[in-house]
């Protein structure tokens, strides 16, 4: 009969059954309990990420930051979560937990513009000094915020041109919100000649604004001389108005001024430069 191979003996069969149970007896338990930590904590994780949805919504917190929000809880919390349940069954954590912190490093460094932007994003979202709606002017662009992403927000200008400005720039820079207040105050300056009458100027204008149904009377309208310029007497006017009424009121008492001054004979006098020629001799 043809000997087994030496791997194969009953001695080394019985060793190798006998290591297997002691690794399991040393590992075993281990094992079980690393195993129950991960269903548990993972169990607890979804839990913490659920109320945390929860409250963001409940705090009336922007629907776009609070995904990613949650998203990025539940990321960080399996990333320790594994790493203590690697930790419990013998694996080395320190050099693994410094490979990330260096690869986060890099990574961070690589990519400082971006997070900047998106600090800014998360910033705008949660302070909102604007929101989807509104008429702003950030960086030296105005426009109607058409949507308010992580990393930049997107403006519809008037003439419907799309602008994209990084929220790092925004957050950081000086904001211009049109929408916030419910009213807004229309100023004009209207130049009348030395010749003219004040009193019959001022009249007119205070008439245009009377007749304008758009114009508030409270705070009554503002009409008054405010300079006597090189060609002609300025006459300021400050009216206010609902938001949404600005252009349309500041358009048509231009108009309408104009059309008035020349049926009452008022003019409306411009620059002029007088030139004299003097013989020589």
Known sequence: MESLPEELSPDRMQGYVDKAIEMAMEYGPQLILAIVVLIVGLWIIKRVVNLTGKALEAGDTDATLSKFLCSMVSIIL????????AGMVGIETTSFIAILGAAGLAVGLALQGSLANFAGGVLILMFRPYKVGDFIQAQGESGTVNAIQIFNTILKTPDNKTIIIPNGAISNGNITNFSTEATRRVDFVFGIGYDDDIAQAKA?????????????????????????ADSSVNITCRVWVDAGDYWGVFFDTIERAKLDFDAQGISIPYPQTDVHLHQAG
């Open 204 to 228: 007119a204008l205070q008439a245009i604004f009377a007749g304008d149904s758009r114009v508030h009377d409270d705070p009554e309208p503002f009409v008054m001389v405010s300079e006597l």
């Open 78 to 85: 399996k990333a320790l979560l594994l790493i203590s349940v």
